[in-house]
């Protein structure tokens, strides 16, 4: 099994900046990929960004982030982060990290609980 454990949400006003951070923990051999979905009310869950933790650390973001979110990662600690400036009222919703994992027989992808995020004047 596989923990990601995901903090750094809150409420901020339009233009302000938040970080959130994922730690993945548990039993898996090595991370494929790992990033941020979100899912704000009424909608359906799209992906912010993902990391590579393999082919030189690529990464790639919705069109509606890009030049506003940053993704970095630490290989070594698995854990990523999620720099999120210039917040738009958009961008509220619930942000989950999640993690393709491989495992010793298989390769899995698991979610995190997921931590709100609300950007309102």
């Known amino acids: 099994q596989v923990q990601l454990v995901e903090s750094g949400g809150g409420l901020v006003q339009p233009g302000e900046s938040l970080r959130l951070s994922c730690a993945a923990s548990?039993?898996?051999?090595?991370?494929?990929?790992m990033g941020w979905f979100r899912q704000a009310p009424g909608k359906q869950r799209e992906l912010v960004a993902m990391s590579s933790f393999t082919s030189g650390g690529s990464t790639n973001y919705a069109y509606s982030v890009k030049g506003r979110f940053t993704i970095s990662r630490d290989s070594a600690k698995n854990t990523v982060w999620l720099q999120m400036n210039s917040l738009k009222p958009e961008d509220t919703a619930v942000y989950y990290c999640?993690?393709?994992?491989?495992?010793?027989?298989?390769?899995?992808?698991?979610w995190g609980q997921g931590t709100p995020v609300a950007v309102s004047s």
């Open positions: 548990g039993s898996f051999i090595s991370i494929y990929h």
């Open positions: 999640t993690a393709e994992v491989r495992e010793l027989v298989s390769r899995s992808d698991y």
